[in-house]
Every structure is written in C-alpha cells, then in structure tokens.
C-alpha cells in the first residue's frame, strides 16, 4: 500500500531521472504531491457555434477546415491562420510556432476547437486553441482537468497519471473534525477534498474542496504557531537597553522630523528594550512610511548601550542598500559595521566571522548568511528582520537563538488589517507605522485598458529624457500559449525596438540569484532606464530615481500586492506615477483597480481588498506578498481564517494532549513562510 511518506519513485513511470524534476518542484515524497495542488483547470464546455463566441469566454466550436493554413512570419513569431465554418458563418482561428498544424488539419474534416476569442490589433481572434475530435471530445464534455506546475521535461500527463497513483493515499486521510462541525459550516471531508481538487466533479466541488483545505492549512498553521508559543515562554531580559543621547543627536542631523507614528514605533521599541522581557515586536509599516530609519535608532539604541546588532534582508541589493544607508548615518558616531552576505566568500568571510565573534563589529548587516551555524556574536542584543515575510518561522527562531535571547524586531510593508494581524502575529506585539513622511509627493494613479500602451510608451521616453527611471510589470515570464497576458521576455524586446536608445533589462524569479543581483544593482546604479520585470521586484530595491511604473495585466495581482509593487516608485522628491492596465475590461477588474487609483494608503486598500475579493477568486488572482501558503490566501479567505482560529483554540480545549489529534501530526518545516 502506497503512503504519504513514500518516495515518489514508488509510482509507476518515475524513475531516477524523473525523480530528479519532481524534485525541482520541491515534490520528494507522495505526500509532497498530495499537496501540488493545480494552478488552474481546463474547462471542457458544450459546444455553441461560430456566431455565438464571445470576447474572453472560454468555448468549443464545432467546426470544419474551410482553407489550408497560411504561416505568416513576424520578427522570431510564426503566426499560423486557418479558417475553419459551420453553418453561422466562417471565422479565423490562430495559431503561434505551431507550423505542424499544416499537416495536422484536412480539408472539410470536423473538429471541436476549444479556446478563447480575444481581441488583437483590433481584430477578433480565436486564439491558439486546443483541438479534438468529435468522438475524444464527448469523453471531455463537462470536465475538468488539473493543469499543474512543470519544470522542464516534465508534462502535465505525466503529473496526472502520478496523481492517479496516489488515489488511495487520499482516502487514507483521517478526519479530526467532528461531523456537527462540517455539516455546520458546509464542509467537505478531507479525504473528499484531497480528491475533489485533483480530480474535481464540477466547478462548485472545486470551491467546496478548496474551502476545505484553506481550512486545513490555517488549522496547521495556528497549530503550529501554538506548539512555538509553548516553547518560547516569555524570556527575562538579558539586555535591559536604555535609550542614550546618541538617538538625539541623530535625529538632529536628519533633514526632515519623523512622523508622528515613527515617533511612538520608537517609543514602544525601547519600552520594550528596557522592560523585563525580551521585546517580541512586529513593525508593520506602509509603503514607503519609513522603517528603515525607526531600525536604525534602534540598532544605535542597542550600541550605545555596548551590545551588538544585526539586521537581516531577504535580498543581497536590499542588504547593501541597508549597508550603505546604515553607514552614512552611523559613521559620524563610529560605530564598525559590516556586511556578510552569501556571496563573500574565503578569508574574507573568515576576517568578518571572526571580527563578529570579538565583539569588533557593532551592527552587522545581511540576508540569510546572518542565521548560519558559523556566525557567533559576541553580544547580540536586538536581532532585525526586513520585509519579515519572506522569511520562515523557523529562520526567525534560529535569528533569535544566536546569543543570549536578543530582542527580535520584524519589520513588514504588507498591510494586514489589524483584526487578521492580531490573529496572524498573535506571539508579536504589533506596531503600525500608517503615515507617510510629510516630504513625500503622493504617487499619481490611474486605471486604463491597452489602448493606452501606445501613450504610456511616450510617457516613459520623457521620463527617461528628464533623467528618470521605469519599471515595467509583466504577469509572466515567457509567452504562454493558452493565456494572452504579456510577459517579460516578449515585451523588453518590443520596448528595446520601441526605445532604441534606451537601456532595457528584463528580470524574473526563474534567474539565478547571482543574475538578479546583478540586474537589480545596475538598475540601482542607474546603468538601466527601464526595468521589465515580475513581480520580484516587489522586496527588493530602493532607488529614488525610478519615477514611472506601468503594470500590465494588473487584474490578474492581489491589490495588496499591486500596492506593494507602486512602492517601488515616489521614493524620491520628483513627482512619481503608476499606471494599472487591464487585460480585460470587465466592471468587477475596473471597481476594483478603482481602490488602488483613489487611495495610496495600504491598510484602507487591504480593508477593501478583504471586501471585494469573492470565493471565484482563485482561478488566476493571487496575492505574492502575504503569508506563502499553498492554497489560502489571507484576503480572500478571511472569514475562513477567522473560523479556524476560533476552532483551533475550542479543539485546544477539547484535547488535553492536543498533539495526538490525527491530520494534525505537522512538521516544523511545513509551516508556511511569514
């Protein structure tokens, strides 16, 4: 009998190469692929006809070869255009780098074409549609297939057939839910909701099984959250930290006064540091609001008192944009820092480690290379985190584990809503930095379809003649041929013919990160105008120079997340600017980029968020910047959220030895990054 604890190489068809891709997915065990949950669904609908296709549906067409194929060439695009008819009329159906087709279709043969009309270049087209025969498609008719992540040399078959393997393994889920409590809330078993999502009746069976495992992960993350808490019973104080008159004397030199709720973020800091217990606190702080400069005060705070610091990033440009802002203000006040990244390397990373462990280092600054077993403070006293969420649980834990019990301060733009953040962050105190510096120039919104592409190109060209820079977000990395959205491969090599004179690069998470590295400080140096990029950029870089986004398909982000990318821009003192383009004018994509037009501020636009995101949601809209679960989304599925933290702490209750409850057996390492 198969389990979740099997390797993958017991199925049928996986052998030592195969193994190897599954294991670019992060896929090792059965249970690994139990939850490789699809990215979406192929729809098979009952065909309609030729006259009754309408702009941005999905549908099948009967229809017969009425023309032989024509292969247009188009720069390095093979655009391949049949006509096919049936008795409404004739229309055009087309093709990209698809010239076998050619010899695929005949002349009067029937087919079922299954795709999606679009409008291109003014024209309407059914697009690279899928095709069938008659006879395989009434196997089809009303189904719904999972389509799942891939790396290369691995096909969405191959993943379906592996998932027809494990069949069983779902029913060996055990049910720790009682069965008052799913027939209360309308909830599916988990056995029923393993299998539904793979291998769904219908659309409403995919919500129900959804529904059910966002339940599911939220209980295991609370569950988790709670075994931590258990664990990390509040420490006493080993460094009782008073603010000295070096924080002053800083804040003097500074050319604008902080904020008013800069001011109390500080104040709750350094009660916290001169209290009894280590200060556990959480600075969530809006775009652009200032945090950087409330960890600096901090970390001289800690100095001054004779302790060490560390700040830690989630990106080596972020750790020496901090390394260098850091370095300009504290010199003055000489205090040593340094930075330790992944990539220092040999005796000069030996020269720091140890410099770190005499106590010859005051602050020190880096991303992940901080946590590692090698680096050994002396006296480390406050331990920072940037952009918190992109860093696991356990890597905080290990964070605060270096020396004696340091004080942890993490610091997040992602605005939660105060009632989720509680809920979320229930071991943290919580700090919200909601204020703009009051030399900031709101950033210039507005929401337009891609008939405005042409203007907005015109736009960036000023821009860069008045010494500005742009960043251009694409949803997707390369072309893909059932979704018409625009990528980033594409799309900096129009702009590149578009803007010959202008440095355009492009960027995306499938580069290493020595190649992102390097991207992101050449646009910090300003050795690029444009920066075509995915949504990596979210965390990352910090240059006042960047003055003009334009974001394509911003119906298919979070509108949390959309606000999280606009903060790359008004950084600066010029004016900056943020134009969201819809690929689809539908009234529910305008209402809601309408919030992001009318409002800069995070929270109001995370509140709206939470209003106008509906149980249909996941099929395309995701937010990237929140909690990293696997199906839930703190958002969408808010209400959700708060039941199962209701309901985690009744079975708590309930359950004198809690650990024992079957389904709930997790591993540390499952608990998703936040």
């Known amino acids: 009998m198969i389990k979740e604890t099997d390797n993958l190489n017991v199925l049928k068809g996986v052998g030592v190469k195969s193994a190897a891709l599954f294991l670019k997915l992060k896929l090792q065990t059965v249970g690994d692929l139990v939850e490789h949950y699809p990215r979406y669904y192929d729809r098979f609908p009952n065909p309609c006809s030729l006259a009754e296709l309408k702009e941005g549906e999905r549908a099948a067409v009967i229809a017969s070869v009425h023309s032989r194929m024509v292969i247009k060439r188009v720069r390095n695009l093979k655009i391949c255009v049949m006509k096919v008819k049936d008795n409404t009329g004739i229309r055009e159906f087309t093709w990209f780098n698809a010239p076998f087709l050619a010899n695929v279709f005949h002349a009067n043969e029937k087919y079922v074409f299954v795709g999606e009309t679009v409008l291109r270049n003014g024209m309407r087209t059914f697009q690279h ?144 540091m001169a209290g009894e217990y280590v200060m556990n606190r959480l600075v969530q702080g809006d775009v652009g609001s200032g945090k950087t400069i409330v960890a600096v005060l901090s970390l001289l705070t800690v100095v001054e008192a004779g302790y060490q610091g560390a700040l830690m990033a989630p990106t080596e440009v972020l750790a ?199 991207i992101m400080t050449a646009f910090a140096k300003a050795e690029t105008d444009i920066l075509v990029s995915t949504t990596v950029i979210e965390v990352g870089i910090n240059v006042p120079n960047a003055t003009f986004m334009l974001i394509e398909n911003a119906e298919r982000f979070g509108l949390a997340t959309l606000h999280q990318l606009r903060g790359r821009v008004g950084r600066g003192d010029a004016q900056s600017y943020c134009v969201f383009m819809y690929g689809k004018e539908t009234q529910k994509n305008k209402e809601r980029l309408e919030v992001l037009n009318q409002s800069n501020n995070g929270f109001e636009i995370a509140n709206e968020d939470l209003k106008l995101r509906g149980p249909g949601d996941f099929f395309g809209i995701r937010q990237s910047g929140e909690l990293d679960f696997k199906l839930a989304d703190i958002y969408q599925d808010a209400d959700i959220l708060t039941l199962a933290y209701q309901q985690f702490y009744k079975l708590k209750e309930e359950h004198f030895a809690f650990e024992t409850i079957p389904g709930l057996d997790w591993e540390p390492e499952q608990l998703p990054t936040i």
């Open 320 to 518: 020496k944009q901090h390394y260098e802002t850091l370095t300009k203000l504290l010199t003055p006040f000489s205090v040593r820092l340094c930075l330790l990244t992944g990539s220092i390397k040999g005796a000069k990373r030996r020269e720091i480690l140890n410099q770190i462990k005499e106590g010859e280092v005051d602050i020190v600054i880096g991303t992940h290379a901080l946590i590692q077993e090698s680096v050994v403070y002396q006296s480390l006293a406050l331990a920072i985190t940037d952009e918190q969420h992109r860093f696991g649980v356990r890597q905080r834990e290990r964070f605060a584990a270096k020396g004696l019990h340091p004080h942890v301060l993490v610091m997040s733009a992602t605005p939660i809503p105060r009632t989720l953040a509680m809920m979320l962050y229930g071991d943290m105190s919580i700090s919200i930095m909601d204020e703009l510096p009051k030399n900031r120039l709101p950033i210039k919104n507005c929401v337009v379809g891609p008939s405005y592409r042409p203007a907005a190109i015109k736009f960036m060209r000023n821009e860069i003649a008045s010494g500005h820079q742009i960043y251009v977000i694409c949803p997707m990395i390369e072309e893909n041929e059932k979704q018409e959205l625009e990528n980033v491969t594409d799309y900096a090599r129009q702009l590149q013919e578009a803007l010959p004179d202008v440095r355009v690069a492009c960027l995306h998470g499938k580069m290493t990160e020595e190649e992102k590295n390097n």
């Open 129 to 272: 549609p899928a095709y069938y025969t008659i006879k395989d498609y009434e196997k089809l008719k009303n189904t719904y297939q999972p389509v799942y992540s891939l790396t290369e040399g691995l096909t969405n078959n191959q993943l379906r057939k592996c998932v027809k393997q494990i069949i069983p393994v779902f029913e060996q889920k055990q049910e720790y839910l009682d069965r008052d409590f799913l027939k209360e809330h309308s909830f599916i078993s988990l056995p029923d909701a393993c299998y539904q999502i793979h291998f769904p009746t219908n659309e409403a069976s995919i919500i129900a099984a959804r529904r059910r495992l966002v339940f599911h992960e939220f209980l295991k993350f609370f569950y988790y959250l709670d075994r931590l808490k258990e664990h990390e019973t509040r420490v006493l104080n080993s460094f009782v930290v008073k603010e000295g008159s070096m924080v002053q004397k800083l804040l003097e030199t500074l050319p604008y006064s902080l904020t008013s709720a800069q001011l109390r973020t500080l104040q709750e800091i350094h009660a916290d």
